[in-house]
């Protein structure tokens, strides 16, 4: 079956740096774009970030424009997600979704960033 583990998450100082990974099976990875999404306290979840089947396109929220950057490795089955001058409003917990034609969604459990004020 489809599965996306976060990892990566952690507590960092703000203009620190983080990379999240999201490592996909039960699909065939290649095949599918990919997509960043964060949910802080009290928030509804977000898109920050969305990749091409083959990498080639990525979008942002302007939110994290210049500052974060989507990747993949298709031979891996991985997503990345590498975060740069990262700031307090970053904190939530980012989760990686495949969106399929058919209409189902799969999530992974999330993986919680945190940048104290």
């Known amino acids: 079956q489809v599965q996306l583990v976060e990892s990566g998450g952690g507590l960092v100082q703000a203009g620190g740096s983080l990379r999240l990974s999201c490592a996909a099976s039960?699909?065939?990875?290649?095949?599918?774009?990919m997509r960043w999404y964060r949910q802080a306290p009290g928030k509804e979840r977000e898109l920050v970030a969305i990749i091409s089947h083959t990498g080639g396109s990525s979008n942002y929220a302007d939110s994290v424009k210049g500052r974060f950057t989507v990747s993949r490795d298709n031979a891996k089955n991985t997503m990345y997600l590498q975060m740069n001058s990262l700031k307090p409003e970053d904190t939530a917990v980012y989760y990686c979704n495949v969106p399929f034609l058919t209409g189902e969604d799969y999530w992974g459990q999330g993986t919680q960033v945190t940048v104290p004020s």
């Open positions: 039960g699909f065939t990875f290649s095949h599918y774009f």
